[in-house]
Every structure is written in C-alpha cells, then in structure tokens.
C-alpha cells in the first residue's frame, strides 16, 4: 500500500509564496518521476512541473520563472516552491508519483491540497 500526502497549501495574497510538500510512505521500492498538477474550478486537471529521477525538472509555461519543483529522495518527498501567485494559480495541488513496489510499477495520487490566491 503507498500513501501521497500533500501539505502547504492555504490562502495567500497575490504576490505571495508558498510551498507545497508531498510524502510517500508504504511499500516503496523506487520512486521515478515526481510531478505536480492542479485542478481550477471548471477546468481539466494540467501539469505543472515534474522532476526526474536524476532531478532534471520541467515546468508548464504558465509557472516558469515563478515556480520550482525539488526533492528529498531521503524523506521520499518532492516540494514545489511557488513566489509570485496570482489569481490564476487558485486550483487543488495534486502530487502525481510513479512508483516501484513488489506489485510494479504504477503511478500513484495524493489527496490534493488547496491553494487559493486572492486580494
């Protein structure tokens, strides 16, 4: 059994920062690329940065410059750092990581955590 939980979100003003962290805990053998998605009221789920086994990363265009992903293979956990926010970012953050277990290898979610940004 693996377990994604998120945490960090909450509400900020635009201009602010947050971080976001995901932990994996379970039976875990390997853990490959790390991404992070977001899901607006209304709107299809989209990708926001992942980052691969050897930590090259990639971002949506909409959070370059603005946002980074990085991870602690230690603690199986992969953060995602956010400055600038604005009211476009508002969405549920869901961690997305694809995961070795004795069962194989299969992508796991988290729960979500909510980001909204707003004056």
């Known amino acids: 059994q693996v377990q994604l939980v998120e945490s960090g979100g909450g509400s900020v003003q635009p201009g602010g920062s947050l971080r976001l962290s995901c932990v994996a805990s379970?039976?875990?053998?390997?853990?490959?690329?790390m991404r992070w998605y977001r899901q607006a009221p209304g709107k299809q789920r989209e990708f926001v940065a992942g980052?691969?086994?050897?930590?090259?990363?990639n971002y949506a265009d909409s959070v370059k410059g603005r946002f980074t992903i990085s991870k602690d293979n230690t603690k199986n956990t992969v953060y995602l750092k956010m400055n600038s926010l604005k009211p476009e970012d508002t969405a549920v953050y869901y961690c997305?990581?694809?995961?070795?277990?004795?069962?194989?290898?299969?992508?796991?979610w988290g729960q979500g955590t909510q980001v909204t940004v707003s004056s």
């Open positions: 980052i691969s086994i050897d930590g090259f990363t």
């Open positions: 379970g039976s875990i053998y390997s853990i490959g690329v």
């Open positions: 997305n990581d694809n995961i070795a277990t004795l069962r194989g290898l299969h992508d796991y």
